[in-house]
């Protein structure tokens, strides 16, 4: 399982922790063990980082 930090543009971020991630029309979906797990439209995200470990950041996707 990874860790998601999310960015969003009205000044927030949240960790979500899933298998994977996808953007599905308006939407970045969170997925762990293929159900979704959280959801933000895509206008409010600014940055999604995955982490393996809280110590290693990897960016994977940005605006």
């Given at each position: ?7 969003l543009?009205?000044g ?23 159900s979704?797990?959280a959801?933000?439209?895509?206008p ?20």
């Open positions: 399982m990874k860790n998601f930090k999310v960015t543009n009205i927030g971020t949240s960790f979500i922790p899933a298998d994977r991630w996808e953007k599905d029309g308006p939407w970045y979906k969170f997925y762990r063990d293929d979704v797990v959801e933000f439209a895509a409010w995200v600014v940055r999604i980082e995955e982490r393996e470990s809280p110590n290693e950041p990897k960016d994977t996707a940005a605006q």
